[in-house]
Each structure stands twice: as C-alpha cells, then as structure tokens.
C-alpha cells in the first residue's frame, strides 16, 4: 500500500501535524485565458532574493524576471546567456566576457558591466563556487559599459561552468545599486532584465505570485535549450497560485481552474493519469536528493558522537515509503554524493550497512555527553517529504530518550529560519530536512551542501579543514579519475564527522493539462518561456 501524508497522519505514526488551509482560487483578470498559465508550485514563495537563500522556489522566482551571463544547455553544458563573446588568454589566467546587445532593465535603464561585477561579487559570497573562484581571483572589474575581464592568480578551469551552474544560488545579475546590497541581507527589489516582470500590483502574498510577459526583453536568437538559447515567452501572463492543500489542487487541476501541479502525491497519480485532460511529466530525470542537517554550532550537534548518532538512527526506507510509497520511484543512498552521480562512492559506508540501529544511535548519543537538552527540528507541514521525515525522526529520537520537538511551520518559514546561528531558545533549531537535485550532488564545488568551511557556508555549519582542502583540489585537478578519487577521500573524512545525513533520491513527476506544451526539463529550475497553451 501507498503511504502517503494523509495515510501517515491517520495512521497515528505522526507526532503531529498542522493542517494547511486551502485559499480560494483567484481568477486572472488581465490576459486572455489562452495566453494565461496558472500554476501550483512546489511551496510559498517567502523570500525574493535568490541569492540570499538556496530555495529552490525563490531560484524559479530569479529565473523569470533575472537574466544570467551563461547558462547551462540541455546537454549540461555552459552556453552565453547575457554574454555576447567572450574570450580567455593563451596562459588561462584572464577572462573577457562582452555583453550582448538588447540588454536593459525592467526600469527602462542599460544592464552595464559595472552592474554585472557588482551582482558576481554578491552571488560569490554565497555560493560554493563563486567563494572558490574568488580565492583565486586577482581582479574582477568592469572595461567600459559592456565588457567584464575577470584576472585569476592562477587558472581555474570551473569558472564558466560556474557562472552557467543551476545550482543554487544561481547567478543572476541584477542592477548594480540593488547588487551592493549586503548578501546576508535580504533585497527589497523586484527589477531585473529577464523575460518576465513581476507583477506586484496583482500579486498577494500567500496566495497568488504574478508574472508578466515584458515585451522589452530581447532573447538570444538560437532556440532554447535547458536555461540557455533564447527565453522566448508564449504567454502573456503566469500566476504561481500558492494552494497548500494536495486534494484542493488535484480538484483544480482537474477541473482546469489551473494547468500546472509541481508536485503531485505519487499516490493520487493514478486519479490524474485516468483523466484524459491531464499528463504526466518528469522535467528533471536526475531527481532529488534528501538531507537531514544538523546544526554544529550548539548543543547537542555540536558533538561528533551525536552527529554519528544519527547515521544510525535513520531509517531511509521508511522515510521514502512514507512520501513516494512506490520504489520505482526511489533509492536509498549512500554516498554524500547521492546516487548514481559520477562522484557517487561506497568509501566508509559500514555505518549504512548497519543501520537503523536504535541501540547504537542511544550509545553515541550517550557518549556525546547529552544531558536532555530539547533538539528542535523544523517541520515543513507544507512539503509532504519534509513533514514525514520530521515527524519519523523526531518519533525515533524520542524512541532513544532524546528530548525532540517538532516546530511545525511552512516551508518558507524554515527557510527563514534555518538562517538563524541563535540558540534554540532565542529562535534558533537544531535539525531541518530538505533536497536538492539528484544532479548538483555529484559536484562539491556547486552544490552548497557539500561545503564544510563553517560560517562562511551553508545552514548547518559544518567545517572540517582537511576536506575543504580536498574539495579545492578537486576543483583544480582535470581528469574524472583524479576527481573521483579525491571523492573517495572527501567522503570518508565526511562519514566520519557528519555534515549531513542523506535521506535517500527520487523522482517526483509533475502533472499539467494536456493542452499545456513547451516546458523544459533541467535541474534546480522550471522554467516558463518556450510554454504554450494550445
């Protein structure tokens, strides 16, 4: 049988739950019904600033209305976006990208190359690869209104890849006032020069997210492919109606109130595929990865013994059946590289072999010194995979004495959250659980996940020198055999301090009305030119 949300809560196997509200469904008013996408994605859309956060949400948000200088086709490979040409010199030490013609703002203002250097210094402070290329950056300046010339101390073979990578954060540039905004502070503007605009006066926070075509945009002349080629919009609007009640939006979509459901429960995808006016899709063929973090900054997490605990306490099938029910849809992995990525490796995985094992997650949590104190693990009610996970966890740490608590919140309230280095008793949390694309995992440098350089990383904070200094030789060797053995070592020193706990992989299909064409399938993005309706 499917388990799913619904099943686990009557069931009783939750520790608790809150009920989502399902809000009425607002009519668009000012494009024909044609020529207007109405979408469910795959939570609220809490924060505007896709560099100051990695929800992937807030990613799809950047993508409408920002631009980036590359991007990545539909064979993973980096193209020009923004940039017309570039070049590198003979000792590939100097970079030189030329801005393409037709670029502007939505404020009716010229993207300048003073813009784009202030936006990559902002987007390298908070992503894994963009802190890497800066290290070995020597200059990084603006030559004019149109061309960027980035000098490294020595050469780096990832920077284009980088600027072009769909991890999060993506690069996206924005005006250069907006740009010099602190990237650990929040931007309060909507103004970028990508193909869509955001429409404010329509939006309602919570309940709907509007986007227009902006006719001023002027695409690259070759034909889309993944997030590079020309961004050409079809439709005159899209609206991101936030509906947090599955069954409330599976009716909606049925009834074509509207055309596109994210992430569908795999156990009503037998009602959508017996409905003639609805398909079934998966956009991202690498799938999603699941991870628990642990907060290293407070107790008791801040102790290897405890974090080792946890290794043992998981129990990934249990955590997969719960949310996706059918193993077709899933595996369990192993490696802090996922599943199946080329960095993928069984390097220190006796601990994978073993677990769950309940009797040895109480040990360690015992020889970590615990002495009760309240473990706060943040609970997405909103996400079906991270309300099971959650409430499974916490049910297991309660199982081995552990004083856990569920803070049960939405989805764009963990992201919020999850930024905080406070205590839990001034706001702060000690677990939260999320995924990333099954893709990102296989690279340290882009995925933010795989960083362990304390503070200066991702939400967890984990550090461990001697692997940071494996992650940067991996970035500067150049065959896939030295990168995977340097993988191996990256993961056993991982497995032993835990940065993470993996929680297994999976793809999750997206369901839409068949008169619904054009969308593309890459990782971390979905992206809404190229879409039609027929």
């Given at each position: 049988?499917?388990i799913?949300?619904?099943?686990?809560?009557?069931?009783?196997?939750?520790?608790?739950?809150?009920?989502?509200s399902?809000?009425?469904?607002?009519?668009?008013?000012?494009?024909?019904?044609?020529?207007?996408?109405?979408?469910?994605?795959?939570?609220d859309?809490?924060?505007f600033?896709?560099?100051?956060?990695?929800?992937?949400?807030?990613?799809?948000?950047?993508?409408m209305?920002?631009?980036?200088?590359?991007?990545?086709?539909?064979?993973?490979?980096?193209?020009?976006?923004?940039?017309?040409?570039?070049d590198?010199?003979e000792?590939?030490?100097?970079?030189?990208?030329?801005?393409?013609?037709?670029?502007?703002?939505?404020?009716n203002?010229p993207?300048?190359?003073?813009?784009?250097v202030?936006s990559?210094?902002?987007?390298?402070a908070?992503?894994s690869?963009?802190?890497?290329?800066?290290?070995?950056?020597?200059d990084?300046?603006?030559?004019?209104d149109?061309?960027?010339?980035?000098?490294?101390?020595?050469?780096?073979?990832?920077?284009?890849?980088?600027?072009a990578?769909?991890?999060?954060?993506d690069?996206?540039?924005?005006p250069?006032?907006?740009?010099?905004?602190?990237?650990?502070?929040q931007?309060?503007s909507?103004i970028?020069?990508?193909?869509?605009?955001?429409?404010?006066k329509?939006?309602?926070?919570g309940?709907?997210?509007v986007?227009d075509?902006?006719?001023?945009?002027?695409p690259?002349?070759?034909?889309?492919?993944?997030?590079a080629?020309g961004?050409v919009?079809?439709?005159?609007?899209?609206?991101?109606?936030?509906?947090?009640?599955?069954?409330t939006?599976l009716?909606?979509l049925?009834?074509g109130e509207?055309?596109?459901?994210?992430?569908?429960?795999?156990d009503?995808?037998?009602q959508?595929?017996?409905?003639?006016?609805?398909?079934?899709?998966v956009?991202?063929k690498?799938?999603n990865a699941?991870?628990?973090r642990?907060?290293?900054?407070?107790?008791?997490?801040?102790?290897?013994?405890?974090?080792?605990a946890m290794?043992?306490?998981?129990?990934?099938?249990?955590?997969l059946?719960?949310?996706?029910?059918n193993?077709?849809?899933?595996?369990?992995v192993d490696?802090?590289?996922?599943?199946?990525?080329?960095m993928?490796?069984?390097?220190?995985?006796?601990?994978?072999?073993a677990?769950?094992?309940l009797?040895?997650?109480k040990?360690l949590?015992?020889?970590?010194?615990?002495?009760?104190?309240k473990v706060?693990?943040?609970?997405?009610?909103?996400?079906d995979?991270?309300?099971?996970?959650?409430?499974l966890?916490?049910?297991?740490?309660?199982?081995?004495?552990?004083n856990?608590?569920l803070?049960?919140?939405t989805?764009?309230?963990?992201?919020?959250?999850?930024?905080?280095?406070?205590p839990?008793?001034?706001?702060?949390?000690?677990i939260?659980?999320?995924y990333?694309?099954g893709?990102?995992?296989?690279?340290?440098?882009?995925?933010?996940?795989?960083?362990?350089?304390g503070?200066?990383?991702?939400?967890g904070?984990?550090?461990?020198?001697?692997?940071?200094?494996?992650?940067?030789?991996?970035?500067?060797?150049?065959?896939?055999?030295?990168?995977?053995?340097?993988?191996?070592?990256m993961?056993?020193?991982?497995?032993?301090?835990?940065p993470?706990?993996?929680l297994?992989?999976?793809?999750?299909p997206?369901?839409?009305r068949?008169?619904?064409?054009?969308?593309?399938g890459?990782?971390?993005?979905?992206?809404?030119?190229?879409?039609?309706?027929?």
């Amino acid at each position: 049988m499917t388990i799913s949300r619904r099943s686990l809560v009557k069931s009783g196997v939750a520790a608790g739950v809150v009920a989502a509200s399902a809000p009425t469904i607002p009519q668009a008013k000012a494009a024909s019904n044609a020529k207007v996408l109405k979408a469910v994605m795959q939570g609220d859309l809490k924060v505007f600033d896709p560099i100051w956060t990695t929800a992937n949400i807030s990613a799809y948000y950047g993508a409408m209305i920002y631009d980036t200088l590359f991007a990545t086709d539909a064979n993973f490979q980096p193209q020009p976006e923004m940039v017309g040409k570039w070049d590198i010199s003979e000792d590939k030490r100097t970079y030189t990208f030329e801005l393409r013609d037709g670029l502007g703002w939505q404020d009716n203002t010229p993207v300048t190359a003073a813009d784009c250097v202030a936006s990559l210094r902002r987007w390298a402070a908070r992503n894994s690869a963009g802190q890497l290329m800066m290290e070995y950056t020597k200059d990084l300046s603006a030559k004019g209104d149109k061309t960027i010339v980035l000098v490294l101390k020595e050469p780096l073979g990832l920077v284009v890849p980088s600027l072009a990578a769909t991890a999060t954060p993506d690069c996206f540039m924005m005006p250069k006032k907006v740009a010099e905004t602190s990237p650990f502070e929040q931007i309060k503007s909507h103004i970028g020069s990508g193909p869509f605009l955001f429409n404010e006066k329509e939006t309602r926070p919570g309940i709907r997210y509007v986007f227009d075509k902006w006719d001023k945009y002027v695409p690259r002349k070759d034909p889309a492919s993944g997030l590079a080629g020309g961004k050409v919009v079809k439709l005159d609007q899209v609206i991101w109606e936030n509906i947090t009640d599955d069954q409330t939006a599976l009716a909606a979509l049925e009834s074509g109130e509207i055309d596109f459901f994210e992430l569908p429960p795999l156990d009503l995808l037998p009602q959508l595929q017996s409905n003639p006016h609805i398909k079934i899709r998966v956009l991202d063929k690498s799938g999603n990865a699941g991870t628990l973090r642990v907060n290293w900054l407070h107790p008791p997490f801040n102790n290897v013994k405890a974090r080792q605990a946890m290794l043992y306490l998981i129990n990934q099938e249990d955590i997969l059946k719960a949310t996706f029910g059918n193993p077709k849809y899933y595996h369990k992995v192993d490696s802090i590289f996922g599943y199946k990525t080329p960095m993928a490796n069984d390097a220190n995985t006796a601990w994978f072999k073993a677990a769950p094992d309940l009797a040895k997650a109480k040990q360690l949590f015992k020889e970590s010194g615990y002495k009760g104190e309240k473990v706060i693990v943040l609970d997405a009610t909103n996400f079906d995979f991270m309300n099971n996970s959650a409430q499974l966890v916490v049910g297991w740490l309660k199982q081995i004495g552990v004083n856990a608590e569920l803070a049960a919140m939405t989805w764009g309230e963990v992201v919020t959250r999850r930024a905080s280095m406070a205590p839990d008793d001034k706001g702060g949390w000690d677990i939260f659980i999320t995924y990333g694309s099954g893709y990102d995992w296989g690279n340290p440098i882009t995925m933010v996940a795989l960083l362990c350089n304390g503070k200066k990383g991702w939400y967890g904070w984990p550090e461990n020198a001697q692997y940071e200094t494996l992650r940067k030789k991996w970035a500067l060797v150049s065959t896939l055999s030295e990168r995977q053995a340097i993988a191996r070592e990256m993961q056993t020193i991982a497995w032993n301090v835990v940065p993470q706990v993996m929680l297994g992989q999976w793809v999750s299909p997206a369901a839409m009305r068949t008169n619904v064409h054009g969308l593309i399938g890459i990782p971390d993005i979905i992206p809404f030119w190229n879409v039609y309706k027929t």
